[in-house]
């Protein structure tokens, strides 16, 4: 049993857009722990940590494989601007898409015992965790129309192990299912 979610992640362009990104921008921003690059990804769905890697990869095949395309950009916070703990890149273009892939998902492993959140589903890309509620409203304001990178397709979807270290968590692709090229 392990730690895991389900996740897709940008191409290594795009992840380099966000790390440009938030070097001159957001870096000012104080009392923030800053995801790694290896560690961005656009999650849709968190599955525990008590995860049968192996069954939850066989289910994962039944996944539609109709790619799509998503666009990064605007900044914004959980649980708000206001008293942010999450500091996130959303998602400009393919919500839709995302959604859809995250509700198949949920689809396929709910029956396993992997139920997805109740609440709305809302993909981004995290950026960085305050261990304190912190006020970013100005910084949110100041990006909220940029874009982060250039469009891209989504291919795969991938089952991550998640192991949590002194350094931070490492994840590991455990099965990849890979989608169709879009038209």
Same mark, same amino acid.
């Given at each position: 049993?392990?730690?895991?979610?389900?996740?897709?992640?940008?191409?290594?362009?795009?992840?380099?857009?966000?790390?440009?990104?938030?070097?001159?921008?957001?870096?000012?921003?104080?009392?923030?722990?800053?995801? $790694? $690059?290896?560690?961005?990804?656009?999650?849709?769905?968190?599955?525990?940590?008590?995860?049968?890697?192996?069954?939850?990869?066989?289910?994962?095949?039944?996944?539609?494989?109709?790619?799509?395309?998503?666009?990064?950009?605007?900044?914004?916070?959980?649980?708000?601007? $206001? $008293?942010?703990?999450?500091?996130?890149?959303?998602?400009?273009?393919?919500?839709?898409?995302?959604?859809?892939?995250?509700?198949?998902?949920?689809?396929?492993?709910?029956?396993?015992?992997?139920?997805?959140?109740?609440?709305?589903?809302?993909?981004?890309?995290?950026?960085?965790?305050?261990?304190?509620?912190?006020?970013?409203?100005?910084?949110?304001?100041?990006?909220?129309?940029?874009?982060?990178?250039?469009?891209?397709?989504?291919?795969?979807?991938?089952?991550?192990?998640?192991?949590?270290?002194?350094?931070?968590?490492?994840?590991?692709?455990?099965?990849?299912?890979?989608?169709?090229?879009?038209?």
């Amino acid at each position: 049993m392990a730690r895991a979610f389900v996740a897709v992640s940008p191409p290594a362009a795009v992840l380099d857009a966000a790390e440009a990104f938030v070097a001159p921008e957001l870096a000012s921003i104080s009392g923030v722990q800053w995801t $790694r $690059r290896e560690q961005r990804h656009l999650t849709l769905q968190f599955l525990g940590n008590r995860v049968d890697l192996d069954l939850v990869g066989s289910a994962m095949q039944a996944l539609p494989r109709r790619a799509g395309a998503v666009a990064l950009g605007s900044v914004g916070a959980f649980p708000s601007a $206001r $008293r942010a703990r999450v500091l996130w890149i959303g998602v400009t273009e393919g919500a839709d898409f995302l959604m859809t892939l995250a509700i198949s998902v949920g689809a396929l492993l709910a029956p396993l015992g992997y139920e997805p959140e109740v609440r709305d589903y809302h993909p981004h890309l995290t950026l960085a965790r305050f261990k304190a509620p912190r006020d970013v409203r100005a910084e949110v304001e100041a990006h909220a129309s940029i874009a982060v990178g250039n469009r891209f397709d989504i291919v795969e979807v991938v089952l991550y192990e998640s192991v949590t270290r002194k350094t931070g968590a490492v994840y590991t692709p455990h099965t990849i299912v890979r989608l169709d090229e879009p038209d």
